[in-house]
């Protein structure tokens, strides 16, 4: 067990660091000056002399192998830096956003699992009838509409035409259902076809038979046996789509002005702020990787099979 | 869900207010009218740029939400008139005093005398680069009330830089007792509002300074809130969740009519939308081919069309209003004019009927952007069908960075250009960046050999009128010389509910929450 701790903790951080260089060098070769981005702070009609002295000052005209090896020292350090336009930590701004994110990402997931468990139990049951097609429909709309015209249409109608939501921030649990829905209904149709086909499979296995005989009821069976199979690869899943979740909260959190980290890695990039931008895209692949790790200890909890398999290796 | 959703949606007309009353969408509800008193009354503003920090001098939000404020100000005509300090002088070219008012007091109780605007003004440019790089600071003096400062270079407009919201004074006192990440949350000046929550990148919760020293303001709090996208900001506006909007669409503005309790205050902005012709390309050499292009665009129908009326027809780079703006009227879309120049210019219409000459077809390079103006990649399409009517092609190219690809690459003809400038009520730093070569508006390095005696007097120039006139001085030659072509100067689009009061926005977006904004 100790050797799976020690062997995922390496990988981890081989892939930071991997990132990390992949994320330096393609945000110095991508367009875009962030001197130009400090001087809008006061407007910047200065002259290229000014630009220079501001470059020279940050480090930004040394090869890009020494502005990076700088960068990863402080990293080491634990040092982040400093924002390019507005001075504060890269640590501190991460910090303070980081829980807004993970609050939309627990909202997005209970709208995943809200939509996704009834209509793929529905669809699994009425297979071929008009639930299933109900559903199937309803997953293909999910995956064909983009998410920042679904939320304008949401807050069209909750927030414009009924006045049931606000249209944008955050500090209430009302705050937080247009974005949830938003970017949850977005992510659910994988989740709805995938339990769709867990539960047809399970349900067509020889233990739910042999259940069915015994004249154990249906809601038993569909909870406590054939529901915990098929959520299997559902938690699976669950890491893979922390990806699509970053990426979602990102246009979300900028329609709604919802202040997590997606809104502020946009502001970073659009004022090239390499700092934050640098913080943000770590700080991802550090969740990433955590919540897949996660998902997997999940399934050895979950999956008997997997958990003797395991032991047996260790 | 949905179909639900539309369905009650279809059988509501009520709306709530601010307050979260619901209200009737024809009328404010007379309960919450008459409830209204000076120690209830709060308002909500949108604005469209979120900001990371309140630092006053990393930032425009402290002095936007009435936290902080500056030595000098502009008033409704641009003119810089005394606020923080009664008076000021120039004792020689880079010695400026400045004589502080000497009954303000900082929101923390300390008083606000030269030393705390000395020591704000350290803390300006050790924390902010951009500021040290605009305010060229040698040394400053505290004497009493007076504070001198001394430049690194003779800057004879130098209170236009002192307008800026980066040169907010601040209490340093209360920010070593605060800390400065804390009072980087809130931070403390001498404006008629206090910080009481600050969310980055969404909202600052504002309640009045009752010890202002200045009339008392009238709002008992303020909600300012920024969202960068126009639709929602629009919805809010609709759903009277905010009761001021910045930065409406103006798509949004024929829906926005057919409420009765919403208006829309549109003002001309400091911003010029323009072209950079580009003096290495032998495309444009020629000055007959850049009067051709600009013959060739159709303000009118860019400022009636894409800007629905909200834009005025350029003629310089500064807006016309300005006292130092081009009175003179914008050039008229004259395609017979256009096709005249070219001709005198050499090209004659080949067998496809494009121009040619020396057997080359005359195809120009025009590079687009977006940034935040969303009319701004429309323009070149307008300019690119009245250029193909008379045979002369125009290749769009969209860039996300202009500045960055003209500075790299010398294979265009034509850039789009967007800046504010004037944003300090003064000409000179835009005719300093834009047409002195290492300027840093100036990517292409254009250069205008008899524009440089005029900018170097108007460098030495302090008086307000002799600037005024050097800067139109100045445009002559520029639009003489043709280096760019000015195109509109867009309008700033403010959604206002009717019941807010003695507010109206103006053009610099400097002053938005102030002592005197109130609500019915």
Same mark, same amino acid.
């Given at each position: 067990m100790l050797w799976h701790f020690a062997s995922r903790l390496i990988q981890l951080v081989v892939v930071l660091l991997l990132l990390s260089i992949v994320t330096f060098i393609l945000m110095k070769l991508a367009p875009g000056d962030p001197v130009l981005a400090i001087l809008q702070a006061s407007d910047g009609a200065l002259s290229q002399r000014d630009q220079e002295t501001i470059r020279e000052e940050l480090g930004l005209n040394t090869p890009i192998y020494v502005q990076y090896g700088s960068w990863l020292r402080n990293v080491l350090n634990l040092d982040l830096g400093k924002s390019l336009t507005n001075n504060r930590e890269v640590w501190t701004i991460l910090m303070e956003r980081l829980p807004a994110t993970v609050y939309l990402f627990l909202g997005a997931i209970a709208v995943l699992f809200i939509f996704s468990v009834p209509l793929g139990w529905l669809a699994a049951k009425y297979k071929g009838r008009l639930p299933d097609t109900f559903s199937r429909l309803f997953a293909i709309l999910g995956a064909s509409i983009p998410s920042f015209w679904l939320g304008l249409l949401l807050v069209y109608v909750f927030s414009y035409q009924?006045?049931?939501?606000?249209?944008?921030?955050? /500090?209430?649990?009302?705050?937080?259902? !247009?974005?949830?829905?938003?970017?949850?209904?977005?992510? =659910?149709? *994988?989740? $709805? @076809? &995938?339990?769709?086909?867990?539960?047809?499979?399970?349900?067509?296995?020889?233990?739910?038979?042999?259940?069915?005989?015994?004249?154990?009821?249906?809601?038993?069976?569909?909870?406590?046996?054939?529901?915990?199979?098929?959520?299997?690869?559902?938690?699976?899943?669950?890491?893979?789509?922390?990806?699509?979740?970053?990426? /979602?909260?990102?246009?979300?959190?900028? !329609?709604?002005?919802?202040?997590?980290?997606?809104?502020? =890695?946009? *502001?970073? $990039? @659009? &004022?090239?702020?390499?700092?934050?931008?640098?913080?943000?895209?770590?700080?991802?692949?550090?969740?990433?990787?955590?919540?897949?790790?996660?998902?997997?200890?999940g399934l050895v909890i979950l999956d008997p099979r997997i958990r003797l398999q395991k032991v047996g290796r260790i | 869900m949905l179909i639900l959703a539309f369905i009650m949606a279809g059988c509501s007309n009520q709306v709530s207010n601010n307050n979260g009353d619901t209200i009737s969408s024809e009328q404010p509800a007379p309960a919450e009218k008459s409830s209204i008193t000076d120690d209830n009354k709060k308002i909500t503003i949108i604005h469209s740029l979120p900001s990371e920090t309140l630092d006053p001098h990393n930032g425009w939000i402290a002095l936007r939400a009435g936290v902080t404020e500056t030595l000098v100000r502009l008033d409704e005509n641009m003119h810089v008139t005394p606020w923080l300090a009664s008076k000021w002088e120039a004792k020689d070219d880079v010695t400026w005093v400045f004589t502080i008012r000497d009954d303000i007091d900082?929101?923390?109780?300390?008083?606000?005398?030269?030393?705390?605007?000395?020591?704000?003004?350290?803390?300006?440019?050790?924390?902010?680069?951009?500021?040290?790089?605009?305010?060229?600071?040698?040394?400053?003096?505290?004497?009493?009330?007076?504070?001198?400062?001394?430049?690194?270079?003779?800057?004879?407009?130098?209170?236009?830089?002192?307008?800026?919201?980066?040169?907010?004074?601040?209490?340093?006192?209360?920010?070593?007792?605060?800390?400065?990440e804390?009072?980087?949350?809130?931070?403390?000046?001498?404006?008629?509002?206090?910080?009481?929550?600050?969310?980055?990148?969404?909202?600052?919760?504002?309640?009045?300074?009752?010890?202002?020293?200045?009339?008392?303001?009238?709002?008992?709090?303020?909600?300012?809130?920024?969202?960068?996208?126009?639709?929602?900001?629009?919805?809010?506006?609709?759903?009277?969740?905010?009761?001021?909007?910045?930065?409406?669409?103006?798509?949004?503005?024929?829906?926005?009519?057919?409420?009765?309790?919403?208006?829309?205050?549109?003002?001309?902005?400091?911003?010029?939308?323009?072209?950079?012709?580009?003096?290495?390309?032998?495309?444009?050499?020629?000055?007959?081919?850049?009067?051709?292009?600009?013959?060739?665009?159709?303000?009118?129908?860019?400022?009636?069309d894409i800007m629905l009326g909200h834009a005025m027809p350029a003629n310089g780079p500064f807006n016309s209003t300005l006292p130092f703006g081009n009175s003179e009227a914008a050039q008229k879309l004259d395609s017979v004019g256009a096709l005249q120049l070219l001709e005198s210019a050499g090209y004659t219409a080949g067998a496809n009927g494009k121009l040619e000459k020396d057997g080359?077809?005359?195809?120009?390079?025009?590079?687009?952007?977006?940034?935040?103006?969303?009319?701004?990649?429309?323009?070149?399409?307008?300019?690119?069908?009245?250029?193909?009517?008379?045979?002369?092609?125009?290749?769009?190219?969209?860039?996300?960075?202009?500045?960055?690809?003209?500075?790299?690459q010398t294979d265009w003809d034509i850039s789009t250009s967007s800046y504010l400038t004037s944003p300090r009520g003064d000409g000179g730093s835009f005719l300093n960046s834009t047409y002195i070569v290492g300027g840093s508006y100036n990517p292409a390095n254009i250069h205008i050999d008899k524009l440089d005696p005029i900018i170097k007097q108007l460098n030495a120039t302090g008086e307000v009128a002799q600037r005024n006139e050097l800067t139109r001085k100045a445009v002559e030659i520029i639009n003489e010389a043709m280096p760019h072509s000015y195109i509109i100067n867009p309008n700033i689009l403010v959604g206002v509910n009717k019941r807010v009061a003695n507010w109206k926005p103006g053009a610099e977006e400097f002053y938005i929450v102030t002592n005197k904004l109130d609500v019915n």
């Open positions: 009924l006045n049931w939501l606000p249209t944008m921030g955050s /500090g209430t649990i009302m705050h937080l259902i !247009l974005p949830s829905v938003t970017l949850g209904f977005v992510i =659910a149709p *994988e989740y $709805i @076809r &995938l339990l769709r086909a867990g539960l047809i499979e399970t349900l067509s296995q020889d233990y739910i038979l042999a259940a069915k005989s015994r004249g154990i009821t249906n809601r038993s069976i569909l909870f406590r046996h054939a529901m915990p199979a098929a959520l299997m690869p559902i938690v699976s899943l669950l890491g893979i789509s922390m990806g699509a979740l970053m990426a /979602g909260s990102v246009v979300t959190e900028s !329609l709604f002005g919802w202040p997590g980290l997606g809104s502020t =890695a946009i *502001e970073a $990039i @659009r &004022l090239r702020d390499y700092p934050v931008i640098q913080g943000y895209v770590m700080l991802s692949g550090f969740f990433f990787l955590a919540t897949n790790w996660l998902s997997d200890i | 900082f929101q923390d109780g300390t008083k606000l005398d030269a030393a705390a605007a000395k020591a704000s003004f350290e803390r300006g440019i050790t924390d902010s680069k951009a500021l040290a790089a605009s305010l060229k600071i040698a040394s400053l003096e505290a004497n009493g009330q007076e504070l001198t400062i001394k430049t690194t270079e003779p800057l004879p407009a130098y209170p236009t830089e002192l307008v800026h919201p980066t040169t907010s004074l601040i209490s340093v006192a209360a920010e070593t007792s605060m800390g400065k804390k009072f980087n949350q809130a931070p403390v000046g001498t404006g008629p509002f206090k910080v009481t929550s600050f969310v980055s990148g969404k909202e600052i919760k504002l309640v009045r300074n009752d010890a202002y020293w200045d009339e008392k303001a009238r709002l008992a709090e303020v909600t300012f809130q920024s969202n960068a996208d126009a639709n929602i900001r629009t919805l809010a506006f609709q759903s009277k969740q905010a009761d001021i909007v910045y930065h409406l669409s103006p798509e949004s503005l024929e829906a926005i009519k057919q409420e009765q309790d919403l208006s829309v205050e549109s003002v001309t902005s400091l911003r010029t939308h323009y072209f950079t012709y580009n003096p290495a390309s032998n495309n444009v050499t020629d000055i007959q081919v850049r009067q051709a292009i600009d013959k060739l665009i159709d303000r009118d129908a860019i400022v009636n080359k077809a005359l195809t120009l390079k025009l590079i687009a952007f977006s940034g935040i103006n969303p009319e701004l990649p429309l323009i070149p399409l307008v300019v690119q069908s009245e250029a193909a009517k008379i045979g002369v092609t125009i290749e769009i190219v969209s860039v996300e960075y202009p500045e960055v690809y003209i500075k790299d």
